[in-house]
């Protein structure tokens, strides 16, 4: 009866859904408030406001994970309903059996596939509901698990267009860009390897963009593990490509490849990626290509930039969460088959200079699975800050020297 009562309570809550949207809080009203996938907010259960309400917005088969840090003794519970009043979903285990209180001052999940597109309410409690009776502070994010990027498509083109440019994949990367992120993505080309970025983004695919320029990159200059320091010609350099995104994109697929096929070596750095607060983790989709699946490997590094006090950790993740590999330092201390950054990195024309440490993590993709793989980034230790991703890798020549 217990649990049928509080799945009534649940229920009345998400049909209250008359007041305003609220933007300073109120300890002593409930509040509705939108909130963005991997937005963190934070606010406060009272025995006045009991609840609060969230709404966002998702598509037909988002994964969704929302999590509620609890503080100052407050037992935590969330749901996710509809806007009409519907409960979907609960923290506390209320439809797969008996429910179960969280501790006090703990962090609680709550997952759920969404079965169509549009509004949904995640709603902040606390054990009890209305006849509960501990209060406190806590946080809360929601944030998609399943990555499916701009276009949705399972599938990697092993050849695209691009204007008037035929292009092979060389390798495919998907990510959530927060809210106020700006990333830069900076391509160098080795041996033959001609660059080009295909940008996909928006959550309807509102930017679909390709970049060959490589104006802003003269005299850039970049090192690769053990090898001499290459400089990029003073104008326009060729064999180097380099895009900018920025503002409140959300979804993003970022498609590297190289024009007519031709093959060598490359290097692709992002900057942008922040671990805040201590202990968050952001989340990287990556995919060889198809050609180069089948026998190249792929290096990914996380480097923590100037002054930040992140001590970088990767984690490898399959499609069905199973951990295939963790790393905290390239080059030793179990990643000894990924070559240490110390040493490599690359100084850009404006200044901006990102250099590998000891302290850098660094997994390898090894050959055979064009398969989507998911990279963790984290910090070993609680701190926040800024870092980048270095990806090395190589697109193969065409079978029959085509």
């Known amino acids: 009866m217990r649990a049928l009562r509080c799945g009534l309570i649940l229920g009345i809550l998400l049909s209250l859904m008359i007041l305003p949207t609220v933007g300073a809080q109120d300890d002593e009203q409930p509040t509705l ?36 840090t609890a503080s100052d003794g407050l037992v935590p519970l969330l749901g996710i309903g509809t806007t009409g009043g519907d409960l ?16 006090p001052d703990s962090q609680i999940e709550l997952e759920y596939t969404l079965p169509q597109s549009g509004e949904f309410v995640l709603i902040a409690t606390r054990a009890g509901n209305q006849d509960g009776t ?54 160098y080309g080795l041996d033959d390897f001609q660059p080009l970025i295909r940008v996909e983004a928006g959550q309807q695919g509102e930017i679909n963009d390709c970049a060959v320029d490589s104006q802003a990159m003269g005299g850039d200059q970049f090192t690769l593990p053990g090898e001499a320091t290459i400089t990029l010609p003073a104008e326009s350099p060729p064999g180097a490509a380099q895009y900018g995104l920025n503002g409140n994109i959300e979804d993003v697929t970022l498609t590297v490849g190289s024009i007519d096929g031709a093959a060598g070596r490359y290097l692709i750095l992002i900057e942008g990626f922040t671990i805040s607060p201590a202990l968050d983790d952001d989340a990287l989709v990556v995919r060889i290509g198809p050609l180069a699946a089948a026998s190249t490997d792929l290096l990914v590094y996380m480097v923590k930039n100037g002054t930040s006090r992140l001590d970088p950790t990767m984690t490898l993740i399959d499609a069905a969460d199973n951990i295939l590999a963790t790393c905290d330092d390239a080059g030793r201390r179990g990643c000894e088959d990924v070559e240490s950054l110390i040493g490599a990195g690359v100084t850009l024309s404006d200044g901006t200079t990102i250099t590998g440490s000891r302290l850098d993590a660094g997994l390898r993709l090894t050959p055979g699975n064009p398969d989507p793989m998911i990279l963790q980034f984290s910090s070993r230790t609680p701190a926040e800050g800024n870092y980048a991703i270095l990806i090395i890798g190589t697109l193969p020549p065409r079978s029959g020297g085509e």
């Open 33 to 68: 408030s939108s909130l963005s996938y991997d937005e963190i907010v934070q606010d406060t259960i009272t025995d006045a406001a009991f609840f609060d309400r969230w709404s966002f917005t998702g598509a037909q088969g988002d994964v969704v994970v929302a999590f509620m």
């Open 88 to 103: 979907l979903a609960a923290s506390d285990g209320r439809f797969e059996g008996d429910p179960v209180d969280a501790a």
């Open 134 to 187: 501990t209060t406190g502070s806590y946080t809360l994010q929601i944030r998609r698990a399943n990555f499916d990027g701009g276009s949705g498509d399972a599938y990697q083109d092993v050849v695209f267009r691009c204007g008037e440019d035929e292009v092979t994949t060389a390798a495919t990367l998907q990510w959530v860009q927060e809210l106020n992120e700006s990333f830069r993505v900076s391509v």
